[in-house]
């Protein structure tokens, strides 16, 4: 299975931008889904993620109130709508996916994951 992540770029403070993530192949509603990014100089860290149905939904502490994930079985596409953006979230975005559960903080051994998308926000 590949990830393919899209939506990323340059924004002020306060802006909102969505993010795309598209998996190839069949079974896309198996897999759990997930976001996580990297900041320079920073260790990679967890953001959100989705259960397979889409009815659970996690969040970083940091995000909760501000992104929200969903995903489209159909269209085999996960989104990650962020909004309010802070030049703290500032960060290249991967997409992951797992078929045995639904990524959490910490989790950094699933299934696949995305090449990521560059999101900048200036203040």
């Known amino acids: 299975v590949q990830l393919q992540a899209s939506g990323g770029g340059l924004v002020q403070a306060g802006d909102s931008l969505r993010l795309s993530c598209t998996i190839s192949g069949p079974d896309f509603s198996k897999y759990a889904m997930a976001w996580f990014r990297q900041a320079p100089g920073k260790e990679r860290e967890f953001v959100a993620s989705i259960s397979w149905s889409g009815t659970l939904t996690n969040y970083a502490d940091s995000v909760k109130g501000r992104f929200t994930v969903s995903r489209d079985n159909a269209k085999n596409t996960m989104y990650l709508q962020m909004n309010s953006l802070k030049p703290e979230d500032t960060a290249v975005y991967y997409c992951?996916?797992?078929?045995?559960?639904?990524?959490?903080?910490?989790?950094?051994?699933?299934?696949?994951w995305g090449q990521g998308t560059l999101v900048t926000v200036s203040s």
């Open positions: 992951a996916a797992d078929r045995r559960r639904v990524p959490t903080a910490g989790d950094t051994s699933l299934d696949a």
